[in-house]
């Protein structure tokens, strides 16, 4: 299986603040690479797909970079909704789909 | 707009067997593959395998082959997951997702979880 790490575990940042996030995939897998936001009792949001498209709806403040093993997804100005866990899947490895631990972000 | 409305919650005993509903609207059915994902209390997320729900055809994650069985209802618009031979690990929050379209596989909506509590 392709094993994903993410850091910060945690993190904990200020309103407006620049925040990056990192993904790592223990094998190359191209651009498959999605990134999601997880909010406290409910489900998973969909925020970049293919390591750098971002899903429709989602505010431009959210981009995401990388190929192959390393990846990065980064909020340009935090704002109060943004404080949340976020994780990274691979969808290289069909149906072995893995995501990283998460990487929660919390009010400083 | 596009919506995923899963079953409500279960509580089992060790060796039973769950089966979570997902009922989707707002898009053609057929046309979108529905995956499922567990979370564990407190931890990460967990893909379990997927349906394509235009001709059903599965596939399932090592970790459940033999347990999980996945299916679909198009005339109700419903796709399902079957989990048998529960135990305390199987405790879980369980997602269905909808695949998006494309070359790449990420999931555009979810739906709002089923809690499966397993315990005697």
């Known amino acids: 299986d392709i094993q994903m790490t993410q850091s910060p575990s945690f993190l904990s940042a200020s309103v407006g603040d620049r925040v990056t996030i990192t993904c790592r995939a223990s094998?190359?897998?191209?651009?498959?690479l999605n990134w999601y936001q997880q909010k406290p009792g409910k489900a998973p949001k969909l925020l970049i797909y293919a390591a750098s498209y971002l899903q429709s709806g989602v505010p431009s403040r959210f981009s995401g970079g990388g190929s192959g093993t390393d990846f990065t997804l980064t909020i340009s100005s935090l704002q109060r909704e943004d404080f949340a866990t976020y994780f990274c899947?691979?969808?290289?490895?069909?149906?072995?789909?893995?995501f990283g631990p998460g990487t929660k972000v919390d009010m400083k | 707009q596009v919506q995923l409305v899963q079953s409500g919650a279960e509580v089992k005993n060790p060796g039973a067997s769950v089966k979570v509903s997902c009922k989707a609207s707002?898009?053609?059915?057929?046309?979108?593959?529905i995956h499922w994902v567990r979370q564990a209390p407190g931890q990460g997320l967990e893909c379990m395998g997927w349906i394509s729900a235009g001709d059903d055809y599965t596939r399932y994650s090592q970790k459940f082959q033999g347990r999980v069985t996945m299916t679909t209802d198009t005339s109700a618009s419903t796709a399902y997951m079957e989990l048998s031979g529960l135990r305390s690990e199987d405790t879980a929050v369980y997602f269905c997702?909808?695949?998006?379209?494309?070359?790449?596989?990420?999931?555009?909506?979810w739906g709002q979880g089923t809690l499966v509590t397993v315990s005697s």
């Open positions: 997702a909808r695949r998006g379209l494309g070359g790449f596989t990420y999931y555009d909506s």
């Open positions: 707002g898009y053609s059915f057929t046309s979108y593959a």
């Open positions: 899947q691979q969808s290289y490895s069909d149906p072995q789909f893995t």
């Open positions: 094998q190359g897998i191209s651009r498959y």
